[in-house]
């Protein structure tokens, strides 16, 4: 027979908190304000984890971001083009030039 281990997570909140809390948990129809707690933690873990792979699939993806972030490509000439595209656009809303 499988024995379940049990770990716990102790948490300070004010009493406001663990009373709107308690009164969610019992509107939902939990047995414990623990239960309750467990439940809807477990739920945005699995969410954040869900939307996270959503966005990078694998570890490998994750790297290349990762790169791309640290170690940025040098801005290529259409990058350049659009900057200075940008920045005229700018100055001609200054202006009150509508168009560039």
Request: glycine content about 2%.
């Amino acid at each position: 027979m499988a024995t379940v281990i049990n770990d716990r997570i102790d948490v300070r909140i004010s009493k406001e908190q663990k009373e709107l809390i308690k009164y969610a948990s019992e509107l939902s129809g939990f047995k414990s304000l623990s239960e309750f707690i467990v439940f809807h933690i477990q739920a945005q873990a699995n969410q954040i984890i869900k939307d996270s792979n959503t966005i990078l699939h694998t570890i490998e993806d994750k790297k290349i971001f990762l790169e791309a972030l640290l170690n940025p490509p040098a801005p290529n000439d259409a990058l350049k083009q659009a900057r200075l595209d940008y920045l005229k656009f700018k100055e001609s809303e200054k202006s009150g030039n509508s168009t560039p």
